[in-house]
């Protein structure tokens, strides 16, 4: 099945620092990629997505490329900010056909100090 | 993008009382729709699959007949939490696609507390 493995939190920064945040995942085939940010007292809402390999997404400054050698899909941005402080979930890919079923990590906690 | 809506946000109630709780794809049709739970400071957990026109597939440890669902047509789906009580207090979320490999659109969720 498809499942990903997320690198364990939280993340404490300060304000510009570069952010990464590791996602490793094992699927058959190269379906689509998502990182999905729930920001304080929200709902989960999709942040980006890559739809096949070596495919790059990107959503308010941050980046993952859809990487097939490595089976990685890490988040990266080069200057957070406070505002960027919220939970980030790697979700696994959805299986082809009529439903998709996502299983969600654990998420990662990202603060950004000022 | 697709809207998926959730009703209600937030609710109260007394212990032993059932809750009901709607998820709608405003703009398109679900023939699936997830439920999830999330406690404080957790991820989501999946709950159930809910299928239109036949019974919802539960996940491990879900008890079927605390957590009943219910997928009348192509755009609602509903949770009935049975008999609540304090430890049901959390928040629950639904979810739907509105197509084959496309990202999931969330309800707003629904923060449930039993008291």
């Known amino acids: 099945g498809n499942s990903v493995t997320q690198m364990e939190g939280p993340v404490t920064l300060s304000e510009e620092a570069f952010l990464t945040i590791n996602c490793t995942y094992t699927?058959?085939?190269?379906?689509?990629l998502f990182w999905y940010v729930q920001y304080p007292g929200e709902g989960l809402q999709l942040l980006l997505k890559?739809?096949?390999?070596?495919d790059k997404g990107s959503n308010k400054g941050f980046e993952a490329t859809y990487r097939k050698e490595t089976t990685s899909f890490h988040l990266e941005k080069g200057s957070v900010q406070v505002s960027d402080s919220a939970v980030y979930f790697c979700?696994?890919?959805?299986?082809?056909?009529?439903?998709?079923?996502?299983?969600f990590g654990k998420g990662i906690t990202l603060s950004v100090r000022p | 993008g697709a809207v998926v809506s959730q009703h209600p946000s937030w609710v109260i109630c007394k212990s032993g009382t059932s809750v009901k709780i709607e998820c709608r794809s405003l703009d398109f049709q679900a023939t699936t729709m997830f439920w999830y739970r999330q406690f404080p400071k957790q991820s989501l957990m999946l709950m159930a699959t809910?299928?239109?026109?036949?019974?919802?597939?539960?996940e491990q440890g879900v008890e079927k007949d605390k957590f009943l669902i219910n997928h009348a047509s192509l755009t609602l789906s509903t949770l009935t939490v049975t008999s609540a009580h304090p430890e049901d207090s959390s928040f629950y979320i639904c979810?739907?696609?509105?197509?084959?490999?496309?990202?999931?659109?969330f309800g707003q969720g629904t923060r449930l507390t039993v008291v």
């Open positions: 979700a696994p890919p959805c299986v082809t056909g009529a439903n998709s079923k996502l299983t």
């Open positions: 890559a739809t096949k390999a070596d």
């Open positions: 809910s299928n239109e026109g036949s019974k919802a597939t539960y």
């Open positions: 699927a058959t085939g190269y379906p689509s």
């Open positions: 979810s739907a696609n509105p197509g084959v490999n496309t990202e999931a659109f």
